[in-house]
């Protein structure tokens, strides 16, 4: 019997309405698409750029503003402006507060685990001692960037050219963002590996394989042998057990180890259980590249105060310091620091020393529970309201990042590093 027109109406609307699993590139194709087309829907008329004095209430600025950066607004693009090879373990949380380092540890004790207020303060006075203290790393990352009328203008042929370009200048800025996130969060596990990790272990070329599968292993089983609660409760919780199971295991090594890793049964070991080794490993050129401060050093010189705000400390001034503790996690630190008077290759190592395995440590491997790595985003209006530069004849835009990273004391960590 033929379906009559309300039934079809209505499977057509349902097939419409059905939510498409996209990937982060065809999201943001799809934002750019949706955003035209409400533009053209609501105009209707030709596009223009602007007069040759002004284009402020152009169509162009009109679309891009108010339009098209809303749309894109979203989690999306932050997925697509690669940088962040941590990015999957970021909660999305619609309110992130700030935690001070006294109490971050109420975010790490896991919620089955019932305290009383004696061994709550233990945790608040001995947890700060083992957290990572990132230097200018607090809840919101600051960035702006400006589209230019003039080259709007001047420079687009098509619509395409001129989203584009809008697309991009916004991408650029959130892969900036991307790669610190990143620095930081491998920096973080670095320092927690390197000095607070209380099962360490040595291995060999030869036997690295098979040590890092007993590492496997071991943290498979239910055992306080693997973690920092009592580090981190000054003793009052020293047989706190933990056990990881395989899907939560992951590995932090070099490049080169991990080629090995890839090529040995242990992958086939991740297979037999129904999972992809290469989702389990992240792997860097380097393990180092992050420094901690042991001298307070005030930083003076315009050029060394503006790399630095341009490496993300945007409100860095001359005259601010580098506090004892703090750690730089900033992308080649060391030779923007170099532009400062006095601060050379051989003198660097007077107020800094680098987070990274011994040299010649070729070996050094980090295996933990992922859980371990507590990073929290929000990413939803990131782009505040633009305004409007007269004298450079721009849009300035201000995008508000806000993100949480700690390390957990309280989940499995093996260290394997070089005898």
Do not use: C
């Not at 540890?105 to 305290?115: F, H, S």
């Not at 963002?177 to 607070?196: G, H, P, R, T």
């Not at 042998?225 to 395989?246: C, I, P, R, V």
């Not at 792997?283 to 180092?288: A, D, R, V």
Request: charged fraction near 20%.
């Amino acid at each position: 019997m033929a379906r009559t027109k309300k039934e079809s109406d209505i499977d057509l609307q349902t097939a419409l309405n059905a939510t498409v699993e996209l990937d982060p590139t065809m999201q943001v194709a799809s934002a750019v698409s949706k955003a035209i087309t409400g533009f053209n829907v609501e105009n209707g008329k030709q596009w223009t750029f602007g007069t040759n004095w002004d284009a402020s209430g152009s169509d162009f600025e009109t679309f891009t503003n108010k339009y098209l950066f809303p749309k894109l607004n979203e989690t999306a693009i932050v997925n697509v402006a690669l940088g962040n090879r941590f990015d999957w373990l970021a909660v999305e949380t619609d309110f992130i507060g700030q935690y001070s380092e006294e109490y971050v540890i109420l975010d790490t004790v896991p919620t089955e685990l019932a305290l009383d207020k004696s061994t709550t303060l233990m945790l608040e006075r001995n947890y700060p001692k083992i957290a990572t203290k990132l230097y200018g790393s607090g809840i919101v990352r600051k960035m702006k960037f400006t589209l230019n009328d003039n080259i709007a203008r001047q420079q687009f042929a098509t619509i395409g050219d001129a989203v584009s370009y809008a697309v991009n200048v916004y991408k650029k800025q959130i892969s900036m963002i991307n790669v610190v996130e990143e620095f930081e969060l491998k920096s973080m596990i670095m320092d927690y590996a390197l000095n607070q990790v209380a099962d360490k272990r040595t291995t060999t070329a030869d036997a690295f394989i098979d040590d890092l599968y007993t590492a496997i292993l071991n943290l498979q089983n239910n055992s306080f042998k693997h973690n920092e609660a009592s580090t981190a409760s000054g003793g009052t919780l020293s047989t706190f057990t933990t056990q990881s199971q395989l899907k939560d295991l992951l590995i932090v090594t070099t490049d080169r180890q991990k080629v090995k890793i890839l090529n040995s049964f242990i992958a086939q070991s991740f297979n037999t259980a129904g999972l992809d080794l290469t989702d389990h490993i992240v792997s860097f050129q380097e393990l180092g590249g992050a420094y901690k401060v042991h001298t307070r050093l005030p930083v003076n010189g315009v050029e060394v105060v503006k790399a630095l705000q341009n490496a993300g400390l945007y409100d860095f001034k001359e005259g601010d310091a580098f506090e004892v503790g703090d750690v730089i996690a900033i992308p080649n630190f060391k030779e923007i620091m170099k532009k400062q008077s006095g601060v050379t290759d051989t003198t660097f190592s007077q107020w800094f020393t680098e987070i990274a395995p011994e040299t010649g440590d070729d070996l050094f491997t980090v295996i933990l529970d992922a859980r371990a790595i507590r990073y929290k985003r929000y990413t939803k209006n990131m782009l505040k309201q633009p305004f409007y530069n007269g004298e450079f004849d721009e849009v300035t835009y201000w995008i508000h990042y806000y993100s949480m990273k700690s390390i957990s004391p309280f989940y499995n960590k093996v260290v394997l590093k070089k005898a």
